[in-house]
């Protein structure tokens, strides 16, 4: 059973009697005490999807729920749903597009590494890879010699994401980006 201090996001955890996923931590280390790290997590019930924040001790321990993992490709969009489909036995999971907001401006058609997340046999979120490739669609013109300075500026991805991208970078290029922090990479390989 791991610590407070060991969950990271998208762990699914059992707490009051319920299975919840873990979308957000903040930790705040409080001043004059002699102890401790807070977490302050944002959970999200499996079953019916309602949100609690609740705040755990860094000692606090927190029994981890059985989970599931599976690879999967984005297959199409139905009305306000991604559906996904299984890699190995052509599974559909359906996915409401406001439980996964964060993840999916990062998904189109040929991203590849998804994993969905099942607890029960129940779709209930998606894990994405480290980096993607995404091809811009939009940003300025591309300034020549603009790779020798360290400036950016923000370019528009096929998914809609806007990121900051060096000022030689134009539009059309596919690039890499990290999407633990939403950062630029470098171009992706052709």
Do not use: W
Not at 92 to 117: C, H, M
Not at 159 to 171: A, D, F, R
Request: with cysteine; net charge negative; aromatic share 6%.
């Amino acid at each position: 059973m791991p610590k407070a201090s060991e969950i990271k996001k998208n762990s699914a955890i059992e707490f009051n009697n319920s299975v919840y996923i873990i979308r957000d931590i903040e930790r705040s280390v409080p001043q004059g005490r002699a102890g401790g790290s807070i977490y302050r997590m944002r959970m999200y019930d499996v079953v019916n999807g309602s949100k609690i924040d609740e705040t755990f001790k860094d000692s606090d321990m927190l029994p981890l729920a059985d989970l599931t993992r599976r690879n999967v490709m984005f297959s199409y969009l139905d009305g306000d749903e991604l559906v996904f489909m299984d890699n190995e036995d052509y599974t559909p999971y359906n996915l409401n597009k406001e439980s996964i907001a964060d993840e999916v401006l990062f998904i189109d058609e040929n991203t590849q590494g998804l994993q969905v997340v099942l607890v029960d046999d129940s779709p209930v979120a998606i894990e994405l890879p480290s980096s993607i490739e995404l091809e811009i669609t939009e940003t300025d013109p591309s300034i020549k010699g603009g790779s020798a300075t360290a400036r950016t500026k923000p370019a528009t991805l096929s998914t809609g994401l806007v990121v900051q991208v060096p000022e030689h970078i134009s539009t059309g290029d596919k690039i890499k980006i990290n999407t633990a922090e939403c950062k630029f990479m470098g171009r992706a390989d052709k």
